[in-house]
C-alpha cells in the first residue's frame, strides 16, 4: 500500500533529475557510485504525508511538519526514517553490486517492459514525454534505453567476430611463423651437420697431407742419413786406401834393400857349408 500511495505521487507529480539529485544528496547518496539507490532518492521526493501528518511554511518559506495528534513540529519529512531504513537495507543487499551483463543470447527477451540498469525514467512535463536519465554517466535520451542496450550487444557482437577473426588470422600467422622457424632450424641443423661432414672431410685431408708430409721429411731424413753414413764409409774407405798406399810406398825401399840383401846370405851361407864340409 506504501508503495502504491508512492507511486501515485509520483505519477500526479512526477519528479525530474535534478531534484532526483538534490534528494540523493539529502540522503548522502552518492548517485555516481550509488545508483542502485537512485529510485529511493526519486520517490522521497514526492513522498506523500501520512494522515497525521500536516505540511506548513513559515515566513521565511522554509517548510516544516506537524502532527496532528501530538502537535510536535519536525523540520524533517516525517518519511525520512522510512527512506533512511530503505537505503541502509539496500546498501547491506547491493554494496558492491556489479553493473548487469545482458549476454547475446538474451538479446530477444530484452524489450520496452523494463528499464535496463543504470537507466531511470522520468517524464517531460512539457511535452508529456518520456524520457530516461543514467545519473552514473550523466546521459539522458528520449530513446528507450533497451534500444542503446541492444545497439550495445550489436557493436559487442561484431567486436566479438573482429576479435576471433583478429586472433584467428594471429595465430594463423604465428603457426607460420612457427613453421617457418622450424624450417630454418631444420636448415639450420642441415647446414651445420653438411659443414661439420665438410669440415671433417678437410680435416682429415690435412690430417693426412700433415702424415704425408712428416713422412716425407722422415723419409727424407732418413735418406739424407743413410747418404751422409754412405759418404762416410766411401770417405772412411778412401783414407784407409791412402794410408796403405802411404804405408805401402814407405816400406817399399826397405823390402827391395832386403830383396837384394837375401842372395849375398845365401851364398855367404853355403859357402860356410862347404867350408864346414
Known amino acids: 500500500e506504501g508503495d502504491q500511495l508512492l507511486e501515485d505521487k509520483a505519477q500526479a507529480n512526477p519528479p525530474n533529475p535534478e531534484e532526483t539529485r538534490e534528494m540523493a544528496k539529502y540522503f548522502n547518496i552518492e548517485p555516481r557510485a550509488e545508483v542502485y539507490l537512485m529510485p529511493i532518492a526519486k520517490a522521497a521526493v514526492n513522498a506523500p504525508l501520512p494522515p497525521e501528518w500536516e505540511e506548513y511554511e513559515d515566513d521565511d ?21 522510512y527512506f533512511i531504513e530503505l ?39 512539457k511535452t508529456a514525454r518520456p524520457f530516461w536519465y543514467n545519473f552514473k554517466d550523466n546521459l539522458a535520451t528520449h530513446n528507450h534505453p533497451c534500444d542503446l542496450v541492444k545497439d550495445v550487444m550489436r557493436v559487442q557482437a561484431v567486436l566479438r567476430i573482429q576479435a576471433w577473426h583478429r586472433g584467428f588470422v594471429v595465430r594463423k600467422a604465428n603457426r607460420e611463423l612457427v613453421e ?16 661439420r661432414g665438410d669440415y671433417d672431410i678437410l680435416k682429415n685431408r690435412r690430417e693426412n697431407e700433415a702424415a704425408t708430409s712428416i ?42 834393400h832386403k830383396a837384394q840383401a837375401l842372395p849375398f846370405a845365401l851364398q855367404h851361407q853355403s859357402a860356410l857349408q862347404n867350408l864346414e864340409a
Open 180 to 195: 617457418h622457424l622450424a624450417a630454418c632450424s631444420i636448415q639450420k641443423i642441415w647446414r651445420g651437420h653438411h659443414t
Open 61 to 81: 518559506g522554509e517548510v516544516y511538519f506537524v502532527s496532528k495528534i501530538t502537535k510536535k513540529t519536525s523540520e524533517h519529512h516525517p518519511l525520512d526514517g
Open 215 to 256: 713422412q716425407a721429411l722422415w723419409r727424407g731424413a732418413r735418406q739424407r742419413k743413410e747418404d751422409d753414413q754412405a759418404q762416410e764409409r766411401h770417405a772412411a774407405i778412401l783414407i784407409q786406401s791412402k794410408w796403405r798406399g802411404t804405408i805401402t810406398r814407405r816400406n817399399r825401399p826397405i823390402a827391395v
Open 87 to 125: 537505503i541502509n537495507q539496500k546498501r547491506r543487499e547491493l554494496s558492491g553490486m556489479q553493473a548487469p551483463v545482458y549476454p547475446l543470447s538474451e538479446f530477444h527477451l530484452i524489450d520496452h517492459s523494463f528499464v535496463p540498469y543504470p537507466w531511470m525514467e522520468y517524464l517531460d512535463v
